[in-house]
C-alpha cells in the first residue's frame, strides 16, 4: 500500500496533476499546486458537488463569503479558545506529533494484532473455523480488546477534558516510541491553536489581528439572515459553499490528505430546533450516495461515529474512504445545534433569529452541516482509479498500461482525437477539424505525436474515458474508431455521431439519474 501511494504521488507529478509548491525552492511543507489536468478533475469534483447541492435541490443557495472575517467572528466560533491539537515533541528525533494520533496509531496496532491472532486461527482451523465465537473466546484477544477499550476510553476522556497531563501518562504507560527513532524520550503536551493569524493594514498589536478562515462554515454563519431574507427561504433551508480553509497542522505528512491550505465544500441546513436528528439521518444518507454515484465500491466507504465531539456538535459521523494508508475521514457531517448562531448573536448583539410564521414566532434554527474537503476527495478518486494492468499492445503482445478508471463526467479531458498518422496531411487536416468542432462541447487533446500505442498509454494515464482515431477508412466514409478507456474496445462510428456518444456518457444528468 505504501508502494501504491509513492506511485500515486509521482504519476500526479509526472502526468501533471499535483505539484510541489514553489518547487524551485524546494517546496514548501503541506502545500500544492494543482496542475493543468489536476486543476481540471478538481474543477469537476466541484461542479459535481455544486450542482448536486445547489443545482438539485430546490432550498438550497449558494455564498462565496471572503477569507478574511472580522477577528470576533473566531472568538464567537470557539476557535480561538478551542480549535487546539495536542502537541508534543520527542527530544531525540526533534519530531513532531499529535498526541492523540500517537495513541490512535497504538490502537490501530492492537487492531492489527487482533486481525493477526484471527488469520492465524483461520488458516490453522480451515473450514471449521467460527471467527465470531473466536473473537469472542480466545483469551489472547480478549487481553487484547480490553487493554484497547482501556486504552481508548482514557484517550476520549483526556481529550473531552483538555487534560494534556493525562494525555503525556498515557503515551508513556502505552510506551508509545516516536516512529522514526524509536526513543521515549517525549516533552510534556501542550495545546496548539491551529489557525494563521496575519495583521490588517496598519493597526499593530491584538487589534489588527486576523486570521485566516480555518472553515468556510462560519461565513455562512454570519450570513445567515442576510441569505435568508433575499433570498425569501422558509426553514428547513442550506446555503452551500466552496473556498479555501487553512490550518497549521502540527503533522502534515500525507501529500494531500493534510494540507496547510486546502479548499473545503460545506453546506449548511438550517433546521427547526428538534428536528436536527432526521435531517441529520437525511444528509448521512445523501452523502453516502453522492460517493457511490461515482462508482466507488461500498467496501471502500463507511461511516464513523465520533466519540470525542467538537465543541459545536451534538452528533457526528465521518464517511471514511479507504485509503492507501487505510480507512481515514474524507467528509463530516456534524449536528452543530445553534451554537454559532447563537455564539455570534451574544458577541455581535444583533438578532439572528428566523420568524416561523407557521408558528409565529422567532427560534435560532439548528444547524446540519455537511463538510468535504475537496483535495481529500481528490486523493480518495485518484487512489480508487489508479490501476495497473496488461493489456495486448498493438502487435498482440501482453504489455502493461496505467490507467485512471475515472467516472467520465469528472475525468480531465474528455476525448483525444488523434489522425493516425503524423506526416499524412489529409488524416491531420480531418483530425484537426473534428477537434475544432467537438472543442465547443467537451475539453478534448489533439495528439499526433509517436504511435497511436504510446498515444492510447498517455491518455489512459490522466484517464481521458474517450479516443477517436482517424484512420484511412474516415476519408473514405466519415466514420472514425472510438476507443472506450476501461474495456479498451472500438467502435466504428460516423463523425457526426461523436458528439451524443460521448455527451451521454459524461453528462451530468446520466450521473445523476443515476
Ligand atoms: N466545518 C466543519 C469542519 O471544518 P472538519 O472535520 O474539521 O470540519 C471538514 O473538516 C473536512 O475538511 C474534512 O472531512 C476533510 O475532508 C477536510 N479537511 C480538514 N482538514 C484538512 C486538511 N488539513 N487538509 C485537507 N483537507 C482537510
Known sequence: MDD??????????????????????????????????????????????????????????????AIFMHPKTWKASGHVDAFNDPLVDNKDSKKRYRADQLIENFLDKLDEKINKEVEKAQKRFGNQFDEKLYRETNPRIQELKTKWIQVNDRLVKSMSENDMAALKQLIEDCEIADPDSGSRNWTEVRQFNLMFNTQLGNIA?????????????????????????????????????IGKAFRNEIVARQFIFRMREFEQMEMQFFVKPGEEMQWYAYWKSKRMAWHLALGTPAHKLKFHDHENLAHYANAAVDIQYDFPFGFKELEGIHSRTDFDLKSHQELSGKKLQYFDSELNENYIPYVVETSIGCDRMFLALLSNAYTEESVPDSEGEASTRVVLKLHPAIAPVKCAILPLLKNKPELVDKAKRIFDDLKFTFLCQYDDKDAIGRRYRRQDAIGTPFCITVDFESLENDTVTIRERDSLKQERVSIAAIEKIIGDKISWKTLFEN
Open 4 to 65: 501504491l501511494f509513492k506511485k500515486l504521488v509521482s504519476h500526479c507529478k509526472e502526468y501533471g496533476f499535483i505539484y510541489p509548491s514553489s518547487e524551485i525552492y524546494d517546496g514548501l511543507s503541506a502545500v500544492y499546486d494543482y496542475a493543468p489536468n489536476g486543476v481540471e478533475l478538481k474543477n469537476n469534483i466541484k461542479t459535481y458537488w455544486w450542482k448536486s447541492m445547489v443545482q438539485m435541490h430546490q432550498h438550497i443557495v449558494g455564498l462565496d463569503a
Open 205 to 241: 498589536g491584538e487589534e489588527g489581528k486576523l486570521y485566516l478562515r480555518p472553515e468556510t462554515a462560519q461565513g455562512i454563519f454570519v450570513n445567515f439572515l442576510n441569505v435568508q431574507k433575499t433570498s425569501r427561504l422558509k426553514i428547513p433551508f442550506g446555503i452551500a459553499q
